[in-house]
């Protein structure tokens, strides 16, 4: 009886504590002006935390977002003040439809690269890179399309790191030291990251003992198995696996580095803001070597007198 009688009170005391925050939560009504003018209720505010939580991504990403005005917040005593509608309108954002298929990624490698590499070519060759690069007009079309579509990748690296992101499963796994450097020569292997990327950054550099490393579903098995890797989220090797639908014209090829847009996606998902940037620059290069070819400028016009059509 005395038990009962002791979890009863204990249970009374704990709903009427319950129901006193309640009601100071309800009382607290502050007014706070984000960057953007925009005003928000207190109670309607995240930390750093907690937008990283909703959006995926790195604590340290949030407050780039900030800081690019891609978010609303405001600076406290506390930290930021991030909008909670700003944020899931955010989120909506990166994953808005339907992710795109792993042969869409490697066709915008394709292309980006392509451009990139006739940028000392005349016209006539260039229209052609495009065709030689992906010979499936549709798909072609489409893709270019989509890069058409895409922002400045300094201004805003979301879109494309979505885009992107679909060019295989990535894994990281642990690898004893003293094989990691067989493992980067290994014929089954391109590399990718810092490693294929020609020119260095804000110094950035290319961490020792880090490997970024691509390879074909059909050799990944038998390379884990050959190096005794396993799953580690704090291991060496960042292995991103190439599905099997991929054609082999736009996969990487054995034992060469990956195009200069594959390594550039690796830096966009680097926790270091250097490497980031890094990437996106990269990035920025090849969207504008697509500009210089005219490819985006014919779609881009294509699609305005489509437009102009209907009204």
């Known amino acids: 009886m005395r038990v009962t009688r002791w979890l009863l009170g204990k249970y009374f005391s704990c709903a009427r504590v319950l129901r006193q925050r309640e009601s100071q939560k309800s009382c607290v009504r502050l007014r706070l002006r984000g960057r953007g003018g925009l005003t ?10 907690e937008a990283a939580d909703v959006l995926g991504v790195s604590m340290q990403r949030v407050r780039q977002m900030i800081q690019a005005g891609q978010l609303d917040a405001r600076r406290s005593s506390a930290g930021w003040l991030i909008s909670e509608n700003a944020v899931t309108e955010r989120s ?14 490697w066709s915008a490698v394709a ?5 990139l590499a006739c940028t000392s070519q005349s016209p006539v060759n260039c229209a052609a ?11 072609r079309h489409r893709v270019l399309h989509m890069l058409a579509s895409l922002p400045d990748p300094v201004v805003d690296d979301a879109p494309w790191r979505r885009l992107l992101s679909a060019r ?23 590399k990718g990251g810092a490693d294929a990327t ?33 799953q580690d989220r704090d291991g060496q090797v960042n292995l991103v696996i190439v599905p099997a639908s991929v054609p082999s014209d736009l996969a990487p090829g054995r034992g060469s580095p990956v195009p200069l847009p594959a390594a550039a996606s690796d ?22 070597a697509m500009y210089a070819a005219g490819w985006l400028d014919r779609i881009n016009a294509g699609s305005a007198n489509q437009q102009a059509a209907f009204k």
């Open 267 to 288: 830096l966009l998902e680097e926790e270091d803001p250097r490497a980031r940037h890094a990437g996106a620059v990269q990035l920025r290069s090849c969207q504008n």
């Open 168 to 190: 295989g499963q990535v894994r990281r796994l642990w690898a004893h030291p003293g094989v990691l450097e067989r493992l980067a020569a290994d014929p089954m292997v391109s």
């Open 40 to 49: 928000v209720d207190a109670r309607q505010v995240l930390s750093v935390h």
């Open 111 to 115: 292309l980006l690269a392509a451009a």
């Open 198 to 230: 020609p020119t260095v950054h804000d110094g950035l550099t290319v961490r020792p003992g880090r490997l970024e490393l691509y390879v074909g579903e059909a050799d990944a098995d038998e390379l884990i198995q050959r190096y005794r890797m396993h």
């Open 92 to 105: 909506k954002s990166l994953h808005r439809g339907r992710p795109p298929e792993p042969q869409t990624a």
């Open 129 to 139: 890179s495009a065709a030689h690069a992906v010979s499936d007009r549709k798909l």
